[in-house]
């Protein structure tokens, strides 16, 4: 598509747009002069979309006329809840609903995941990292690690960008299993790069993995509800994802978790256990025999808090609504090309995207260098938010630009650059 850079073709984009009724699904934050905020900031915390509050305040009804018989009144029973959120979550994951489910949040669902599929032996002991890791992500390999007797430096293998430059290559993955295979137990990355909004290759990566024994988790915080996934297919053991992010559910709402179904079937998988992973069926009996829900279901430990999955069901009603990911993608590849073209016409000199240029080897978000003389990116970011725009701020050095095709329009990624150029010609 070829693009413009007025303000009236921006606008024309968003008349032509067939999910921008979805913007007003949600609530902007407001500047001091009651505008919306230019809100860029979806993979740092998602919008409240409006009807939130109606899912959040039905269930405090419950509680509040029906207590304990909440567990099992009204439309939607406390008891199997979680349920109710399995369908829509798995859709946006390529899974089916068994493979899947809501509970707890990231970094603890990372730990019992590596629970049952980090299992070293003398030979096979070592788990793959990205050297530029979410620090949650390291700490939790270092950590399961050590747990298991084994020293971080001798164990985590570190996957990291060529000197100089800012992307991890799949070759060098490759060259990395190829060499130490036989040694590495579980490899752990990112489906999106939090920084650079890379996006791995998770089919290939999977692939190569299985081939030499290797057993392979993602974690998914900026990749679900941001670029299309098909985790069953392609044959992924375990993944992990928060929920406050593109899937716009809540600052620390509960996290999702995906197990394959050759696993999640297999009760006899070693894992750390709770009540609510024990047959449905036999659970109020009240016995000490463990036995395990032969779906994800089975490594649930508590019962979930029911506001925050209420939360969650407001959020994942309007991802189906707006038709899935699949016009959500179509979207987003045009916003961000949207993007990218109106930086490189008007801030080309002082910005430098260290994202990946290639549409399928990003989501929505571009990580910008900041390069102009007379401004730190640090300053610039400052600029930014004084005058209505929220976006992130990383070290050590990138403003992170994520224009979410659910609620952001064209006219925001417009004023955005608008301002952005104006703070840069200063
Ligand atoms: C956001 C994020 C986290 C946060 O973990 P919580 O357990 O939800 O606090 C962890 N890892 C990655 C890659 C993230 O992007």
């Known amino acids: 598509m070829q693009f413009e850079t007025g303000l009236e073709f921006a606008r024309q984009l968003d008349r032509d747009d067939p999910l921008a009724r979805f913007r007003d699904e949600f609530n902007f934050p407001r500047q001091s002069d ?44 406390w008891m199997p809840y979680h349920e109710f959120l399995a369908e829509s979550s798995a859709a946006l994951v390529g899974a089916s609903a068994d493979e899947v489910v809501v509970m707890n949040s990231l970094t603890a669902n990372l730990h019992l995941m590596m629970v049952t599929f980090f299992r070293p032996t003398s030979e096979r002991y070592k788990i793959v990292i990205e050297d530029h890791a979410f620090p949650s992500d390291h700490y939790a390999v270092e950590s399961q690690l050590r747990f298991h007797g084994i020293d971080p430096e001798d164990g985590m293998l570190l996957v990291k960008p060529r000197e100089g430059e800012e992307l991890v290559r799949q070759e060098d993955v490759e060259t990395l299993v190829r060499e130490q295979g036989d040694e590495i ?37 900026h990749a679900v509800g941001n670029v299309p996934l098909q985790l069953h297919d392609w044959q992924v053991d375990f993944a992990c994802w928060c929920s406050y992010k593109y899937l716009n559910s809540g600052p620390g709402s509960v996290g999702g978790c995906f197990v394959h179904r050759r696993h999640a079937s297999d009760t006899a998988l070693p894992r750390f256990a709770g009540w609510w992973g024990h047959d449905k069926e036999s659970r109020f009996r009240m016995e000490n025999r463990f036995q395990p829900i032969p779906t994800a279901e089975g490594w649930q430990l508590s019962n979930p808090p029911i506001l925050s999955l209420a939360a969650i069901r407001a959020s994942l009603d309007i991802f189906q609504e707006a038709g899935g990911m699949a016009p959500l993608r179509h979207k987003s590849e045009k916003l961000t090309a949207y993007l990218q073209f109106l930086l490189e016409q008007r ?29 730190s990116g640090r300053e610039l970011h400052k600029r930014l938010e004084d005058n209505g725009v929220t976006c992130d701020w990383r070290e050590p050095n990138v403003i992170r630009i994520a224009p979410v095709p ?11 650059v608008d301002l952005l150029a104006a703070a840069c010609n200063e």
Request: contains cysteine; glycine residues 10%.
């Open 34 to 77: 009651g505008s919306p905020e230019i809100y860029l900031c979806g993979n740092s915390l998602g919008l409240q979309p409006k009807r939130a509050r109606d899912y959040v305040t039905a269930e405090l009804d419950k509680w509040a006329t029906l207590g304990v018989k909440g567990h099992f009144s009204g439309d939607h029973p």
């Open 185 to 221: 137990a579980l490899m752990l990355l990112p489906g999106v790069q939090y920084y650079t909004g890379q996006v791995w290759n998770i089919e290939a990566i999977t692939r190569l993995a299985q081939t030499r024994g290797i057993c392979v988790g993602f974690d998914l915080a």
């Open 347 to 375: 801030t080309g000199k002082f910005i430098n995207i260290i994202t990946p240029l290639d549409p399928q080897q990003r989501g929505c978000q571009l990580s910008l260098c900041c390069d102009a003389k007379h401004l």
């Open 406 to 416: 659910l609620y952001n329009s064209f006219e925001d990624v417009y004023r955005f």
